[in-house]
C-alpha cells in the first residue's frame, strides 16, 4: 500500500508541490492570524451582508490547528461534510484504483455535481432565519 501511495506522490508531483505550497501559505496565515489582529475579511459578506459558503472556513483550519474538531466543524459545517464526501472517495481512488472512482467517471460526477447543489443550498440557509446555527462562532 505505502509503495502505491509513493508512486502517486511521484505521478503528481507538480500537484504536491502547489499542495505543499498552499499548506505553507496556510501555516504562515495561520501564524499570523495566532500574533496579530489581522484577517482576510470575505469580500461577498463586506458587499452583500450575507454569509457565502466559505464564510467560517478560516475559523475552521483555526481550530483544526488547535485540535479542536468538533468547533471545526461548527464553524463551516459544509467543510467538514465535503471534506468527507470527496476525500474518502479520493483516499480510495488513490490506495485502490476503482474503476468507478477513475477521473470522470459517472461516480465523481455526481460527487462534484451533487457537492455544488449542497454548497448552494448551505449558502442559502445560512442566510435565512432559523438556521443561525450554520453560521460561523464570530457572526453569532
Excluded at 505521478?11 to 504536491?16: A, I, L, R
Aim: proline share 5%; aromatic share 16%; hydrophobic share 50%.
Amino acid at each position: 500500500m505505502n509503495l502505491k501511495i509513493c508512486n502517486y506522490i511521484k505521478e503528481h508531483k507538480s500537484q504536491f508541490k502547489t499542495i505543499i505550497f498552499f499548506i505553507i501559505l496556510g501555516l504562515i496565515y495561520y501564524i499570523i492570524t495566532q500574533l496579530t489582529s489581522f484577517r482576510i475579511p470575505c469580500p461577498i459578506q463586506s458587499i452583500t451582508g450575507l454569509f457565502c459558503p466559505g464564510c467560517g472556513i478560516t475559523h475552521f483550519f483555526i481550530r483544526i490547528m488547535h485540535l479542536d474538531f468538533i468547533g471545526a466543524v461548527k464553524e463551516n459545517y459544509a467543510v467538514a461534510f465535503l471534506i468527507i464526501v470527496l476525500g474518502i472517495p479520493k483516499l480510495i481512488q488513490i490506495i485502490w484504483k476503482p474503476d468507478c472512482l477513475k477521473k470522470n467517471s459517472r461516480l465523481w460526477q455526481v460527487l462534484i455535481f451533487g457537492s455544488l447543489i449542497f454548497i448552494i443550498i448551505f449558502g442559502i440557509l445560512r442566510n435565512i432565519p432559523g438556521f443561525e446555527f450554520l453560521l460561523p462562532s464570530y457572526a453569532k
